[in-house]
């Protein structure tokens, strides 16, 4: 796989975007350079619809439409989608309405399973389905009554198996630590999981919003990007969250994006392709890559650092087996960080 180039403004390419919230649209409840504008005028000018999917099931579209806004990014909760809606219809449709529902989840979760018909009951019922979806005041109780459900056979659905969350003050569990836990306490696995990797979370939140040709944005190459290759979807790895140089430069080909851009203003913009010359060196507007003899990737022509990137991607994803990963790696982050 490579990376594709456009000669026109991204935006023009799509009918409208997918996009992931924190590292993409924001960065911990502040909203990242760029992005207001760039989502006004993807829509003002080449009349993009913008639906934001999260992993997150901790808060309701309504709730996540009111932080939105507050960061001065103006949408409505029928363009926002969350793991907790996916999990809800892949409960009910694995179910029934009025099937007996524990939550082992918060407000987003109890939202979506209540707009599916589903039925919540409490600790010490036995339900049908164990819906669970990270929120913060998670604890042990609520923990063992999933555990407890599990064990007597109930169908379980998790939002997401994300391991970690990022926070201002570091990176903490996210629901997918949770899930292994019950998973250990059961001695089971959740018998199906909604959110990004897996591709139903976009099929559906494009579908809603009657997106034909949508283009997944994201900062994770975990869930975003391999859950737009998935759902068989373009997308654009943007850096502006968790994904660094080095990550990026080792995704094997289920991890590969379309596009690799800075920030989500990349939509206003054309960007250059990754093409190989009569050398087999990369090139990428101007700057141009090569490997060495020793499998190692050299920079020989000089050029926007976001392009250097691009093609010693291009470089490394294309290179053969041997040499040795790590020392091509190596060689193309040294490459990046003399940017």
Not at 235 to 260: H, K
Request: glycine residues 10%; contains cysteine; proline residues 5%.
């Amino acid at each position: 796989m490579t990376l594709r180039g456009t000669d026109q403004p991204l935006a023009a390419l799509y009918d409208g975007t997918l996009l992931d919230l924190d590292g993409t649209v924001h960065r911990t409840g502040s909203v990242l350079p760029g992005v207001v504008q760039a989502l006004a005028r993807s829509t003002a000018e080449h009349g993009l619809v913008h639906v934001y999917v999260t992993n997150n099931a901790s808060r309701t579209p309504h709730e996540l439409v009111a932080d939105l806004s507050a960061m001065g990014v103006q949408t409505d909760p029928t363009h926002v989608f969350t793991s907790a809606q996916a999990a809800a219809s892949l409960a009910v449709q694995q179910t029934g309405v009025g099937a007996a529902v524990l939550i082992v989840g918060g407000s987003g979760v109890r939202e979506a399973v209540l707009a599916v018909g589903l039925r919540p009951v409490a600790a010490g019922a036995r339900p049908d389905v164990v819906v669970q979806g990270w929120f913060p005041d998670l604890g042990w109780r609520l923990l063992a009554e999933g555990a407890f459900a599990l064990q007597q056979g109930a169908f379980w659905v998790a939002t997401n198996l994300d391991l970690t969350l990022p926070t201002s003050r570091g990176v903490a569990p996210g629901n997918g630590s949770f899930v292994h836990a019950l998973a250990l306490a059961s001695g089971r696995k959740p018998d199906v999981v909604a959110g990004k990797p897996e591709p139903a979370i976009l099929v559906e939140a494009a579908a809603a919003s009657g997106l034909r040709h949508p283009l997944v944005i994201g900062d994770r190459l975990d869930t975003d990007i391999q859950g737009a290759n998935a759902a068989g979807l373009d997308s654009v790895l943007v850096l502006s969250g968790v994904t660094d140089a080095g990550a990026l430069l080792a995704a094997d080909a289920a991890q590969q994006p379309t596009y690799v851009a800075a920030g989500v203003d990349a939509l206003l913009s054309s960007m250059p392709a990754t093409l190989a010359d009569e050398h087999g060196d990369i090139r990428c507007g101007d700057a141009r890559v090569g490997l060495d003899s020793d499998g190692r990737l050299d920079l020989l022509t000089d050029g926007a650092a976001i392009d250097v990137l691009r093609a010693a991607c291009a470089a490394t994803w294309q290179a053969p087996a041997q040499p040795d990963l790590t020392e091509r790696l190596a060689g193309a982050i040294a490459v990046w960080e003399r940017r």
